[in-house]
């Protein structure tokens, strides 16, 4: 049975007023940390939110 790993959100920027720069810095900074080097970071749109998922192998 295929196990279902979950999105983590790293940032909500939904309701706040954080400029783009500001979320681009945040995403590099996130996928320069070691912590996150087995995952992808990324601006979801849909969530409105900075997330993290597991790398695809």
Known sequence: METIVQDEILID?????????????RIEQYRLDPMYK??????????????????VK
């Not at 920027?13 to 810095?25: A, D, F, Q, W, Y």
């Not at 970071?41 to 997330?51: E, K, Q, S």
């Open 13 to 25: 920027i939904g309701g706040s007023n954080m400029p783009l720069l500001e979320v681009i810095t």
């Open 38 to 55: 087995d995952r992808e970071i990324f601006l979801d749109g849909d969530r409105n939110a900075i997330v993290a998922r597991l790398k």
